[in-house]
């Protein structure tokens, strides 16, 4: 979490929209359910820039932060 205000502060906007493929939503919504998918764009959003990768806190994905 830290290093995620560091690099907003560093000018990266966490701020926007995430693209997700059509695809995903029509076929693994049905298999793993809405609260994986859900967990899923959550997960999405917070690779923003050139982040590969997202490590945020249980609190932060239960929005307790």
């Known amino acids: ?5 560091e690099e907003n502060k560093k000018g990266f906007s ?6 997700i493929h059509k695809g995903f939503i029509d076929n693994w919504t049905k298999i793993i359910g809405t ?3 859900m ?5 999405l ?3 923003y820039g050139h982040k ?3 490590w945020p806190s249980v609190g932060t994905l239960d ?3």
């Open 39 to 43: 967990l899923y764009f959550q997960l």
């Open 45 to 47: 959003s917070y690779c």
């Open 14 to 19: 966490n701020t926007g929209f995430t693209l």
């Open 1 to 5: 979490m830290e290093r995620e205000r």
């Open 35 to 37: 609260g994986p998918t």
């Open 63 to 65: 929005g307790s932060y």
């Open 52 to 54: 590969k990768h997202a």
